[in-house]
């Protein structure tokens, strides 16, 4: 069984302080809450912050990215290590937002991936179609390819151990939600490609999530898919209590 996941991408908002208040709310909001991992993804400026904040709760802190380098004259990159310092458990690779406005590509993202996964981060790999590709038809080849070229020459224990994140492009800020039957198809296609290319117990461990204009009132149809394991949650995320509700509907009782 596996256990949902709820991730909030902050992307560019919030300050330090603005970050820390919120973590402490969240932190008492869903502090008996054991049947959902909770993870934030604050900006890398506030990861400190909010793992102090976060310290002994079952919240984990996320980065939004990360180099694959261990250190060296990139100017503006920040390692794995260094994140994973500061008090990230999980990073997030390869956001659509990361591949259309910063030249991000499968190639790229393996070479995160495989550097995450040597620092001991959990990678929160991001997959998704833009609309001309859904449109023309090319949504489970673009999938695909992803998947091969992003976790290329990983051993099945470690795709086990990571997160795959569905995003379509088109429902990313949009308020297009993917109907969950959408989503629900793509993921079952990500789970038999695991199951061809990495292994039955691969498969069955690694949390497939879909994120992508995840609301409220829509995650329960999401999560009620069968390969749906739990979001990677927008616009939602800025508010505590709608993030809370996201939470809360993703436990196993309810849906
Ligand atoms: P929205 O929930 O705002 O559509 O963003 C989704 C996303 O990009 C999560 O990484």
Not at 37 to 46: D, S, W
Not at 158 to 169: D, G, N, S
Not at 185 to 199: D, N, P
Request: one cysteine or more; aromatic letters at 6%.
């Amino acid at each position: 069984m596996r256990k949902p996941l709820i991730a909030g991408n902050w992307k560019m908002f919030k300050t330090v302080q603005e970050a820390t208040f919120y973590t402490k709310e969240l932190r008492s909001l869903v502090k008996d809450i054991h049947d959902v991992l909770v993870v934030i993804a604050p900006p890398f400026t506030a990861i400190h912050a909010c793992s102090e904040a976060a310290r002994n709760s079952n919240i984990a802190v996320s980065a939004q990215n990360m180099f694959w380098e261990k250190q060296g004259a990139f100017t503006g990159e920040i390692s794995a290590a260094m994140v994973k310092e500061a008090g990230a458990e999980y990073v997030i690779i390869g956001h659509s937002e990361r591949r259309t406005l910063f030249g991000e590509t499968d190639v790229t993202v393996n070479r995160k991936v495989l550097a995450a996964i040597a620092a001991s981060l959990t990678p929160i790999v991001c997959i998704g179609e833009t609309l001309e590709q859904r449109d023309r038809n090319e949504t489970l080849d673009v999938i695909d390819r992803q998947i091969k070229g992003g976790l290329d020459s990983l051993t099945g224990d470690q795709v086990a151990a990571l997160v795959i994140a569905y995003e379509p492009v088109w429902a990313i800020g949009t308020g297009r939600n993917a109907t969950p039957a959408q989503a629900g198809e793509v993921h079952a296609h990500i789970r038999s490609r695991l199951r061809q290319w990495f292994g039955a117990p691969a498969a069955e461990t690694c949390l497939v999530i879909y994120g992508g204009s995840v609301k409220p009132d829509n995650i329960q149809d999401h999560i009620a898919q069968p390969d749906v394991d739990g979001a990677l949650v927008g616009g939602a995320r800025l508010d505590v209590r709608a993030f809370q509700d996201i939470v809360v509907k993703s436990r196993p009782a309810t849906v």
